[in-house]
């Protein structure tokens, strides 16, 4: 579960999608996040150089994409008309939360360092066995899982004492929260 809390953006989005869509939404939201972390922690595990270069290499413009996404749904849940926090009619795209969120997460590099110091603080040796390697990876996939269900199924219960005028200000907060946040990984990403 440490690897999941700390989840800034993602975090943000899947409490966003909760109130708008519901729990399922929610929870696949994040899932796609504990997708991407599986990623970088099997690069962490079993020390795949060859991505550990690709995204050194390409680090500034990973870092680049990953802001502009989140820009965009920065700017698509300022935009919304209605402030609705009953589920919406249209028809939830579940593939896409997952897909999105599994994107903004292998596209933020610092979460890679993140499991480095992470496995370092723990005393995590460096080179595991390919058992030992399996059971870390499932642990994690594991913890951040229930993080995501949990935040969702909270949010989901708080849910019906939120009123429009709440939910309305909650997506304005998650707005700028997001374009702060992408705005930061970019200073960030143009500092290298």
């Known amino acids: 579960m440490i690897f999941g809390v700390p989840a800034g953006a993602i975090g943000a989005l899947t409490i966003q999608r909760t109130l708008r869509y519901g729990f399922k939404a929610g ?7 504990s997708v991407g972390d599986l ?6 595990v079993f020390g ?9 290499s390409f680090q ?11 820009l965009l749904m920065a700017l698509s849940i300022w935009k919304k008309e209605t402030a609705s926090y009953h ?3 249209e028809k939830e795209n579940l593939n896409r939360f997952f897909v999105y969120s599994f994107l903004i997460a ?3 590099p610092a979460t890679i360092f993140s499991f480095i110091i992470a496995f370092t603080s723990l005393g995590i040796p460096a080179k595991l066995n390919t058992g030992d390697g399996i059971q870390l990876i499932l642990g994690i996939l594991i913890g951040t899982t229930i993080w995501w269900g949990g935040l969702a199924g909270i949010v989901s219960q708080l849910k019906t004492r939120i009123t429009d005028k709440i939910y309305q200000k909650l997506n304005q907060v998650l707005a700028i929260f997001l374009f702060l946040f992408a705005m930061i990984v970019v200073i960030r990403a143009l500092k290298l």
């Open 60 to 70: 500034v413009w990973i870092s680049i994409i990953g802001a502009f996404l989140i």
């Open 87 to 89: 589920y919406e009619k």
């Open 106 to 108: 292998i596209t933020n």
């Open 48 to 56: 795949i150089t060859f991505i550990f270069q690709f995204i050194s």
């Open 27 to 33: 929870f696949i939201t994040g899932l796609g996040s």
């Open 39 to 44: 990623l970088y922690a099997c690069v962490g």
